[in-house]
């Protein structure tokens, strides 16, 4: 999973970057909003790659001369309950309810955020 963690995590930098050269030349915020979800999107998905990796190692697809065999005991399983994607979506929604209402909305929305994100990242060490 290293090549995909390097890719989500260049998108994740691309977005940083692009944000903040936006919020620095520009007065609009739904266009700096929209860059910072997108690149707090693509970070998750980047950090949840590269644990990924760091647990497994090297896949038998990351290497030119694997057989096609050498994968056929790996499997990777969600945990059957979580209650991550729904503090995760109450968190996202209070947030973007924060770009409408206040900053303070927002502030509260990214506190609820953190949690579901740390149970969609180690959530599934628990299980194991």
């Known amino acids: 999973m290293k090549a995909?963690?390097?890719?989500?995590?260049?998108?994740?930098?691309?977005?940083?970057v692009t944000g903040g050269v936006y919020a620095a030349f520009s007065n609009e915020p739904a266009g700096v909003a929209a860059l910072a979800v997108s690149f707090l999107m693509s970070a998750l998905i980047a950090a949840f790659l590269w644990r990924q990796y760091g647990r497994g190692g090297r896949r038998p697809e990351d290497t030119a001369d694997a057989e096609i065999r050498a994968s056929g005991d790996r499997r990777f399983s969600f945990p059957a309950r979580s209650y991550a994607p729904v503090i995760t979506a109450v968190g996202t929604a209070l947030m973007g309810a924060g770009a409408a209402q206040g900053l303070w909305l927002a502030v509260i929305g990214g506190g609820v955020v953190i949690p579901g994100v740390y149970g969609f990242v180690f959530g599934s060490e628990r299980d194991a």
């Open 4 to 16: 995909e963690a390097w890719l989500f995590s260049g998108v994740a930098l691309f977005f940083l």
